[in-house]
């Protein structure tokens, strides 16, 4: 395939090596693996995770779980809390399923309570200190009073505490992310502890990338729900979650003009297939993305102070030092790193394969 714009190429030999490795990681650690496939969302890439095994995946909306169901997904969890104004939409998914929501409040459940109409599993979304959304793990009060709504509730099925190490991607050095892996996990381990009396079987659930990468200590945790290994990119290897040659993904992006006055380089890659997500450099300045180009055949990586240092809607603009502005001429292609591949695959909507091959997603 001729490559005229901004494409995503996707390697799938990394990809598949990334997937064994993490379903390897799982196996060792004695966790169930329920992947999420948020950051693909493709029924072509879902299919490569069926030959290591998996069958239980993560998803982050009703309308994915559907898309997966009708590939045959049979067990799925949302990892979202509970949209009420879908009811009817989970009805119809619970019906065919193995279904698993999130809640965090009461509406949420009563509104469950009242219309639920087919078996659901429910997960109680835990903060243990993104600060994003969940109750707070110190909050038993809170905990209680949701559990107490699920006793005897009809088709609803408390499953466990879920939660998500989100603040393990502001980590500053290895041992940041360690520590915040270890004190999620000990107010999880601590809820477990305080609940399993009463609700025998009750599980704990963990996702995140950076710490089922990196980290070891997963006593007590029953399933892992990583997502962005499947392709990894600059953030994680920033976080030392992966290497270089691990990143999967990358945004192929024609060179449409030059500056030399001021070393830069125009792309046609701008914030609308990149994102606006961003890094720091060697020299603390916003990196979008990191440089591959090719010479006499072979990939060069160029280091930090060649990078993509601002965006627009279809521009990217690329900083390049003097010694390196040969490599670059107008109507060359140039290949980006993204910075978060979970959101540069939901811009690009589809995927060159390494193999030649277009690979669709969820649209």
Known sequence: MEIVRPTLLLD???CLKNIER???KAESLHVDFRPHFKTHQSAEIGEWFRPYGVKKITVSSIRMASYFASHGWKDITVAFPVNILEI???????????LNLLIENKEALS?????IRFPVGIFIKIDTGYNRTGI???RTNQIDSLLSELKNSGFLKFQGFLTHTGQAYHAQSRHELLNCHFEALLKMRILKNQYRKDWPGLKISLGDTPTTSICDN???VDEIRPGNFVFYDLMQQKLGSCTFDDIAVRVVCPVVAMHSSRNEVVIYGGAVHLSKEWITNTDGKPLYGRIIVRKDGEEILLDEKNYVSSLSQEHGILKIAHKDFDYFKVGDLVEIIPVHS???ANLMGQYLSS???IISMMR
Request: hydrophobic share 40%.
């Open 22 to 24: 993490m379903v390897k």
């Open 88 to 98: 009817n939409e989970i009805n119809i998914l619970a019906e065919k399923i193995s």
């Open 342 to 344: 979970c959101l540069t």
């Open 218 to 220: 997963f006593d007590e």
């Open 136 to 138: 707070l793990a110190s």
């Open 355 to 357: 193999d030649g091959t």
């Open 111 to 115: 509104c469950l309570k009242k219309f």
């Open 12 to 14: 799938k030999n990394k």
